[in-house]
């Protein structure tokens, strides 16, 4: 019999990709104000439905070398890497967080958290956009993290406090500064609050730490994006994706890692 952690890790990662395909649709949809549950999911190249076994999250896409049935149509390798990542973002929270009851808040605050930042990385990587109802609905789960570590933990309030001073201070720094230099923004509004709520939620250093992953990896793929496809150097980067990424490793991770680093590095 093998142990139930791993089955349920593996159903974990399933439902996680699940998860993700859903939060595609939804993040294809809304900014067209087009409805979430009606119709089903189509091609929006052709409009031919896709059928049950073609919509297949991660499997479907690689069956079909990432084209549609009907018209071979491109799909985007994103919605690919959207569906791994809500897997091993689902498989990690479990994981980590699947141990005792204490833990159950902050492991059903990490789902929604996963699911949230797929919503948000979509929308953000086709509109350059982050909505304000998506913010508002970080905001009172990072709260409710917070707070949870606070009570329950016995956590130090000043670490979220100054996780949250940290992220709206050194990002308003940074945007009033490049405006000031660039005369563009470098940094949408929505970034600070983005790193702000974070901050609320991960604690201070955790929150360094995010910004750091987040600056590595968007540096590396964005410039394998101009390498690759010729991109224009001026078009504007949605550095949210990267921001999003590196505080959702930092959430599920973070303990992990700082763990690590104490007992290995120090
Ligand atoms: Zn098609």
């Known amino acids: 019999m093998p142990d139930p952690k791993i089955l349920i890790s593996i159903f ?7 998860f993700a395909s859903f939060a595609g649709v939804v993040a294809y949809r809304v900014p067209k104000g087009q409805s979430i549950v009606k119709p089903d999911s189509f091609c929006p190249a052709c409009r031919t439905p896709i059928k049950a076994y073609d919509n297949i999250p991660i499997l479907s896409w690689l069956i079909l070398g990432g084209k549609c049935r009907n018209c071979h149509a491109k799909i985007g390798v994103f919605s690919l890497l959207c569906e791994i990542f809500g897997g091993l973002g689902f498989f990690s929270a479990y994981w980590m967080y699947g141990n005792t009851v204490e833990e159950l808040p902050i492991l059903i605050a990490l789902l929604l ?24 609905l ?11 570590r606070i009570f329950a933990f ?10 949250a001073a940290l ?6 720094l940074v945007a009033l500064v490049s405006k000031m230099l660039l005369k563009r923004d470098a940094l949408g509004s929505g970034d600070i609050w ?14 360094l730490l995010a910004i750091l992953i987040a600056t590595l990896t968007g540096s590396v793929i964005e410039l394998a994006k101009i390498k690759l496809s010729k991109q224009d150097k001026e078009s504007e980067i949605a550095f949210g994706p990267y921001l999003l990424l590196g505080m959702g490793v930092m959430a599920i991770y973070g303990n992990a890692i700082l763990d690590f680093y104490w007992k290995v590095v120090l």
């Open 12 to 18: 974990a990662f399933v439902f996680g990709a699940v």
């Open 138 to 148: 970080f905001g009172v789960i990072a709260l409710f993290v917070a707070l949870w």
């Open 194 to 207: 983005l790193v702000g709520i974070g901050g609320l939620a991960l604690g201070a250093f955790p929150l």
């Open 113 to 136: 958290t996963v699911f949230l930042f797929l919503v948000m990385a979509a929308i953000d990587f086709e509109t350059h956009d982050i909505y304000n109802i998506t913010l508002i």
């Open 154 to 163: 016995g956590e130090s309030p000043w670490s979220f406090v100054g996780g």
């Open 167 to 172: 992220g709206f201070g050194f990002f308003g």
